[in-house]
């Protein structure tokens, strides 16, 4: 009785955080230290700090795989399972309902002129994510000019099967120069692979049926799932995948679509990562109302699947493989190659928007308003869709 009470509490506080934690997962971590090692004391302040640490270094959406994680501490994999369903649902539910309605605009001919502001504002965002991890991450000449190609290839090579070369090229070109790390005294490594099978035997089966039945929903799922397995980074670096594979190569929503879809989803609490929601949903437009609830669905999935079973495979040893001094210097590519992979994020996602004086003020002006202000992304999000509304 007293594990089911707790459980509840700890499920009631995950709802709480999915409802009121904006600003992305740096944000996010603060939340978390407040609500689950201050206030309940689930976890040490170190094992959260450690949890997010390695959250960091997989695939997938970071905030997401450390609050589930911290639900597998708990609760074991029931109790994690329960915590990524509340923690989604929300940003999920509001997102699948953007795109049904930016679907029924689009097929109405009514204009989404109001949203020609946040469009701009949108760049701006990314723009500024791609400062932000680049300040983080790129330490080194040799991060650098990974960080540089990176950008170079991502822009020109146009084609979403170029990221995973290039994040697994510049991991592996950093792994080299391994000697440089720390030696630090190993234990031998008890891995249980049960996890790890799911997450391949998932995208192994999803790959088949979709290649075999050629059946949308089950490519959007695979699409996802794909993305989701190669994600380093969290949800900014996501945005060169998406609309790289949904808007230029498959075309499945326009660049405005994507553009206004990505500022809603800055003013919302929860994960960034539902923003595939909004994606899934206007990819199955023809397929009616219900057709696009699935696609919000099974793009959720697929997008939030393959974290959580990463996390829960590599939080049994992590222990003993973060001394592995390989592990460690792969991360300086792979952190340099997302980085300049949002950079061109950024110049792709403007030159569909008209080069004019306005344009260009309102993205230069959203970037100087997040890097010099305190002003919460929400509200700006809020003011540009108010200025569309009004002029």
Same mark, same amino acid.
Not at 160 to 179: H, R
Not at 322 to 350: D, H, P, Q, W
């Given at each position: 009785?007293?594990?089911?009470?707790?459980?509840?509490?700890?499920?009631?506080? @995950?709802? +709480? *955080?999915?409802? $009121? !934690?904006? /600003?992305?997962?740096?944000?996010?971590?603060?939340?978390? =230290?407040?609500?689950?090692?201050?206030?309940?004391?689930?976890?040490?302040?170190?094992?959260?700090?450690?949890?997010?640490?390695?959250?960091?270094?997989?695939?997938?959406?970071?905030?997401?795989?450390?609050?589930?994680?911290?639900?597998?501490?708990?609760?074991?994999?029931?109790?994690?399972?329960?915590?990524?369903?509340?923690?989604?649902?929300?940003?999920?539910?509001?997102?699948?309902?953007?795109?049904?309605?930016?679907?029924?605009?689009?097929?109405?001919?009514?204009?989404?002129?109001?949203?020609?502001?946040?469009?701009?504002?949108?760049?701006?965002?990314?723009?500024?994510?791609?400062?932000?991890?680049?300040?983080?991450?790129?330490?080194?000449?040799?991060? @650098?000019? +990974? *960080?540089?190609? $990176? !950008?170079? /290839?991502?822009?020109?090579?146009?084609?979403?099967?170029? =990221?995973?070369?290039?994040?697994?090229?510049?991991?592996?070109?950093?792994?080299?120069?391994?000697?440089?790390?720390?030696?630090?005294?190993?234990?031998?490594?008890?891995?249980?692979?049960?996890?790890?099978?799911?997450?391949?035997?998932?995208?192994?089966?999803?790959?088949?049926?979709?290649?075999?039945?050629?059946?949308?929903?089950?490519?959007?799922?695979?699409?996802?799932?794909?993305?989701?397995?190669?994600?380093?980074?969290?949800?900014?670096?996501?945005?060169?995948?998406?609309?790289?594979?949904?808007?230029?190569?498959?075309?499945?929503?326009?660049?405005?679509?994507?553009?206004?879809?990505?500022?809603?989803?800055?003013?919302?609490?929860?994960?960034?990562?539902?923003?595939?929601?909004?994606?899934? !949903?206007?990819?199955?437009?023809?397929?009616?109302?219900?057709?696009?609830?699935?696609?919000?669905?099974?793009?959720?999935?697929?997008?939030?699947?393959?974290?959580?079973?990463?996390?829960?495979?590599?939080?049994?040893?992590?222990?003993?493989?973060?001394?592995?001094?390989?592990?460690?210097?792969?991360?300086?590519?792979?952190?340099?190659?997302?980085?300049?992979?949002?950079?061109?994020?950024?110049?792709?996602?403007?030159?569909?928007?008209?080069?004019?004086?306005?344009?260009?003020?309102?993205?230069?002006?959203?970037?100087?308003?997040?890097?010099?202000?305190?002003?919460?992304?929400?509200?700006?999000?809020?003011?540009?869709?108010?200025?569309?509304?009004?002029?």
């Amino acid at each position: 009785m007293f594990k089911r009470v707790r459980y509840y509490i700890f499920l009631r506080d @995950v709802l +709480i *955080l999915a409802v $009121s !934690a904006f /600003g992305g997962p740096q944000a996010h971590i603060a939340m978390l =230290f407040d609500r689950m090692v201050k206030k309940r004391g689930y976890l040490s302040e170190e094992d959260l700090i450690e949890l997010n640490a390695l959250c960091q270094i997989l695939p997938g959406p970071t905030s997401t795989q450390t609050i589930t994680a911290i639900g597998f501490k708990i609760g074991g994999p029931n109790l994690a399972y329960l915590t990524l369903l509340v923690w989604m649902i929300p940003a999920v539910l509001i997102m699948t309902t953007a795109g049904v309605i930016m679907s029924e605009l689009h097929a109405k001919n009514m204009s989404i002129e109001f949203t020609k502001f946040i469009q701009p504002m949108a760049v701006g965002f990314v723009a500024y994510a791609a400062l932000k991890i680049s300040l983080k991450v790129i330490k080194t000449k040799t991060a @650098v000019t +990974i *960080l540089i190609f $990176s !950008a170079l /290839g991502s822009f020109y090579l146009n084609s979403p099967y170029a =990221f995973p070369v290039i994040l697994l090229i510049s991991g592996a070109f950093t792994a080299l120069k391994y000697k440089r790390q720390p030696v630090e005294e190993k234990d031998r490594i008890k891995i249980q692979w049960s996890n790890f099978l799911l997450w391949a035997g998932v995208f192994l089966l999803a790959a088949a049926l979709g290649g075999i039945t050629r059946y949308l929903p089950v490519r959007l799922f695979e699409n996802f799932y794909r993305s989701g397995s190669l994600i380093f980074g969290g949800g900014q670096v996501l945005i060169p995948f998406l609309y790289t594979e949904f808007v230029e190569f498959k075309q499945y929503l326009t660049s405005e679509e994507f553009l206004s879809g990505y500022a809603m989803v800055q003013s919302l609490p929860g994960p960034v990562f539902s923003f595939c929601a909004y994606i899934g !949903a206007l990819s199955m437009r023809t397929y009616g109302i219900g057709g696009q609830i699935l696609g919000g669905l099974v793009a959720s999935l697929g997008i939030f699947l393959p974290g959580t079973f990463l996390i829960f495979f590599v939080v049994r040893f992590w222990e003993g493989l973060k001394k592995y001094r390989i592990v460690k210097a792969s991360l300086e590519g792979i952190n340099a190659a997302s980085s300049g992979m949002v950079t061109a994020a950024a110049v792709l996602m403007f030159l569909p928007l008209e080069p004019n004086t306005l344009n260009v003020s309102i993205t230069i002006g959203t970037f100087a308003l997040l890097k010099f202000t305190k002003v919460p992304a929400p509200l700006i999000i809020l003011g540009g869709l108010a200025a569309g509304f009004i002029l």
